[in-house]
């Protein structure tokens, strides 16, 4: 086939429905339609597209292999019609073997099959739990143009003994062009991560690259899309725009042996506007993908319940949001007024439920059991609980999703009460420390993201963002009587969590050894309440989760002291020790 100046191709940065197969095959006709429309020679979709992805265990099952095989199939005869090839991927049964798959459907037919190289098996990913380590492979031709198809993880690994460098072989091999099928959720400025691994590719092989990356949330999961094209000179050939769908056709032409592209640049968010825009598209595909008609919530007057309230107007509209108050005698004046005035300013339906007489209707019940006992935090856990079974009752009733409210901080340290704050169907804050919730709030009082339903400006109460927060569950109680400053255990919480550092590191850094002791101290022991917590939007690098995953019953604990020096004379290797050991 003789060699075209120019190719089109169509990138579908969509937003798929894990186990939807016949709703994500409907997608990709009407995007296919769009780039017919286009005049596009290619369809490029997400991995996994047709699956959705990631599909979990849900892929291990015949009946879910079978049917996207099917729908793959389907989806290729259609490519009889003349309209542009697709390329999408799929899980895929060959040789008795389960891989992840990108299929290459062109004049009715399954034209070619690539498979992933490197499985991540890290972080959020299981990928070699599930499917079958694919070969490397060489580039398939489309429409005269050989095009390299690494999925994902083949793009972000150089050669080593565990990693084949797929780019490399592609190149060798004579492609002209790489395009990547990604499935690559988000976390805080990421954008910048995966420039540079994708510039190291170009640079390497010389070859132009796009980078096509699925959007929307999956349970914890939150794709951002920000799909690029770089050019073989490691220019920005196009940008697609982040927390949203986009289908682009794009326009290659070859000068002076390369393809290049000059495409559409659209902003791509990131630091804290990434992370609240995360945490709208989070919350809003948890809800509308998993069914509830709307969400309500405890709202405290608090800032962590406001900020919730904020990205769930924002995701689903304020028609579909319910606020309750739930007051008790410890509940200050200030608090109901900033509640009601939140309320207000979002336009959500909003009500205040006293929970006095439910709360000592329980301290009568146990007043024998308590009898001689004095009153603790027991006492204080039965006012959260009671709140959390009345907002369970009204979920029960309506049908619509508690969303509960807890910060990263909170659930790192236990400041929560299981069977009470901790009750709901799903967290948009359960990844965003305590001072990140000060900053988002501030920030959303001033900027929205594009799509967000919620009203424009000031939205939640400047008094809730200055005033010290406090759980309200006994007399004139703050969060700092139990804790130490936010910025300072959100500084030690950072370093423990995401980087897992040792605590005399992290007392040389200038903080308190005692405080980094209790503080490590109250991370261990509330793993048992972390596996109980609702699922949340992951935003950093290590979530309570899928990224961190500690036994509850553990004996460890790092101490404060330097860390001791390995004793390599003891450590027996081969070609050291007796004989008899290594024959």
């Given at each position: 086939?003789?060699?075209?100046?120019?190719?089109?191709?169509?990138?579908?940065?969509?937003n798929?429905?894990?186990?939807?197969?016949?709703?994500?095959?409907?997608?990709?006709?009407?995007?296919?339609?769009?780039?017919?429309?286009?005049?596009?020679?290619?369809?490029?979709?997400?991995?996994l597209?047709?699956?959705g992805?990631?599909?979990?265990?849900?892929?291990?099952?015949?009946?879910?292999?079978?049917?996207?095989r099917?729908?793959?199939?389907?989806?290729?005869?259609?490519?009889?019609?003349g309209?542009?090839?697709?390329?999408?991927?799929?899980?895929?049964?060959?040789?008795?073997?389960?891989?992840?798959?990108?299929?290459?459907?062109?004049?009715?037919?399954?034209?070619?099959?690539?498979?992933?190289?490197?499985?991540?098996n890290?972080?959020?990913?299981?990928?070699?739990?599930v499917?079958?380590?694919?070969?490397?492979s060489?580039p398939?031709?489309?429409?005269g143009?050989?095009?390299g198809?690494?999925?994902?993880?083949?793009?972000?690994?150089?050669?080593?003994?565990?990693?084949?460098?797929?780019?490399?072989?592609?190149?060798?091999?004579?492609?002209?062009?790489?395009?990547?099928?990604?499935?690559?959720?988000?976390?805080?400025?990421?954008?910048?991560?995966?420039?540079?691994v994708?510039?190291?590719?170009v640079?390497?092989?010389?070859?132009?690259?796009?980078?096509?990356?699925?959007?929307?949330?999956?349970?914890?999961?939150?794709?951002?899309?920000?799909?690029?094209?770089?050019?073989?000179?490691?220019?920005?050939?196009?940008?697609?725009?982040?927390?949203?769908?986009?289908?682009?056709?794009?326009?290659?032409?070859?000068?002076?042996g390369?393809?290049?592209?000059?495409?559409?640049?659209?902003?791509?968010?990131?630091?804290?506007?990434?992370?609240?825009?995360?945490?709208?598209?989070?919350?809003?595909?948890?809800?509308?993908?998993t069914?509830?008609?709307?969400?309500?919530?405890?709202?405290?007057?608090?800032?962590?319940?406001?900020?919730?309230?904020?990205?769930?107007?924002?995701?689903?509209?304020?028609?579909?949001?319910?606020?309750?108050?739930?007051?008790?005698?410890?509940?200050?004046?200030?608090?109901?007024?900033?509640?009601?005035?939140?309320?207000?300013?979002?336009g959500?339906?909003?009500?205040?439920?006293p929970?006095?007489?439910?709360?000592?209707?329980?301290?009568?019940?146990?007043?024998?059991?308590?009898?001689?006992?004095?009153?603790?935090?027991?006492?204080?856990?039965?006012?959260?609980?009671?709140?959390?079974?009345?907002?369970?009752?009204?979920?029960?009733?309506?049908?619509?999703m508690?969303?509960?409210?807890?910060?990263?901080?909170?659930?790192?340290?236990?400041?929560?009460?299981?069977?009470?704050?901790?009750?709901?169907?799903?967290?948009?804050?359960?990844d965003?420390?305590?001072?990140?919730?000060?900053?988002?709030?501030?920030?959303?009082?001033?900027?929205k993201?594009?799509?967000?339903?919620?009203?424009?400006?000031?939205?939640i109460?400047?008094?809730?963002?200055?005033?010290?927060?406090?759980?309200e569950?006994?007399?004139?109680?703050t969060?700092?009587?139990?804790?130490?400053?936010?910025?300072?255990?959100?500084?030690?919480?950072?370093?423990?969590?995401?980087?897992?550092?040792?605590?005399?590191?992290?007392?040389?850094?200038?903080?308190?050894?005692?405080?980094?002791?209790?503080?490590?101290?109250?991370?261990?022991?509330?793993?048992?309440?972390?596996?109980?917590?609702?699922?949340?939007?992951?935003?950093?690098?290590?979530?309570?989760?899928?990224?961190?995953?500690?036994?509850?019953?553990?004996?460890?604990?790092?101490?404060?002291?330097?860390?001791?020096?390995?004793?390599?004379?003891?450590?027996?290797?081969?070609?050291?020790?007796?004989?008899?050991?290594?024959?």
């Open positions: 086939m003789t060699e075209s100046a120019r190719f089109t191709i169509t990138l579908a940065q969509l798929p429905i894990v186990g939807d197969i016949t709703g994500n095959a409907a997608k990709a006709r009407a995007a296919r339609a769009q780039a017919k429309a286009d005049g596009a020679t290619l369809i490029v979709f997400p991995e597209f047709i699956a992805y990631p599909p979990e265990d849900l892929v291990l099952k015949p009946a879910f292999q079978a049917a996207c099917a729908a793959i199939e389907e989806l290729a005869r259609e490519t009889a019609d309209g542009p090839a697709v390329l999408i991927g799929s899980p895929w049964v060959d040789g008795g073997k389960l891989y992840n798959a990108c299929a290459l459907l062109d004049e009715g037919r399954i034209a070619a099959i690539r498979f992933k190289v490197n499985l991540p890290y972080g959020v990913f299981d990928e070699k739990r499917f079958a380590r694919g070969p490397v060489g398939i031709t489309i429409r143009l050989r095009v198809v690494p999925i994902c993880e083949d793009t972000w690994m150089e050669e080593s003994a565990d990693y084949e460098n797929v780019v490399e072989c592609l190149a060798e091999t004579g492609a002209e062009i790489l395009i990547v099928p990604n499935g690559s959720p988000y976390a805080r400025n990421k954008n910048d991560l995966r420039l540079s994708q510039v190291a590719r640079t390497e092989s010389g070859l132009p690259l796009v980078y096509l990356n699925q959007v929307g949330g999956q349970d914890e999961l939150v794709f951002d899309g920000s799909s690029f094209v770089l050019n073989a000179d490691r220019s920005l050939g196009a940008q697609l725009p982040a927390f949203a769908e986009s289908i682009t056709t794009l326009t290659f032409e070859k000068a002076d390369h393809w290049r592209c000059d495409g559409p640049i659209a902003p791509v968010l990131e630091g804290d506007e990434g992370d609240y825009a995360a945490c709208v598209l989070g919350l809003r595909d948890y809800v509308q993908k069914g509830f008609p709307g969400v309500l919530m405890g709202v405290s007057g608090g800032i962590d319940s406001a900020l919730c309230a904020a990205i769930a107007v924002d995701a689903l509209g304020a028609d579909r949001v319910r606020g309750v108050m739930l007051p008790f005698r410890f509940t200050a004046q200030v608090s109901l007024d900033d509640a009601a005035q939140l309320a207000k300013a979002l959500i339906r909003y009500e205040v439920l929970i006095a007489e439910a709360v000592n209707g329980f301290e009568n019940i146990l007043a024998g059991t308590f009898k001689g006992l004095e009153r603790d935090i027991t006492e204080e856990n039965l006012q959260a609980r009671t709140r959390g079974t009345l907002l369970m009752a009204i979920s029960n009733k309506t049908g619509a508690v969303v509960t409210t807890g910060n990263k901080s909170e659930m790192s340290v236990g400041y929560a009460t299981l069977y009470g704050d901790m009750n709901g169907g799903f967290n948009p804050i359960k965003i420390y305590k001072t990140e919730v000060f900053r988002l709030s501030t920030l959303r009082n001033s900027w993201p594009e799509g967000a339903l919620g009203p424009d400006g000031e939205v109460p400047v008094n809730i963002i200055v005033r010290p927060p406090t759980a569950l006994r007399e004139n109680q969060d700092q009587d139990s804790l130490p400053p936010y910025d300072i255990l959100d500084g030690i919480l950072e370093r423990l969590v995401e980087r897992e550092e040792p605590l005399s590191e992290i007392v040389a850094a200038g903080f308190e050894k005692d405080v980094v002791t209790r503080i490590d101290r109250l991370l261990n022991i509330a793993e048992y309440k972390r596996r109980q917590a609702a699922p949340g939007v992951k935003v950093t690098r290590k979530n309570f989760g899928r990224d961190r995953r500690y036994p509850i019953t553990n004996k460890f604990r790092d101490l404060a002291n330097p860390l001791p020096k390995p004793d390599e004379d003891l450590v027996t290797r081969p070609g050291k020790g007796t004989s008899e050991a290594f024959e």
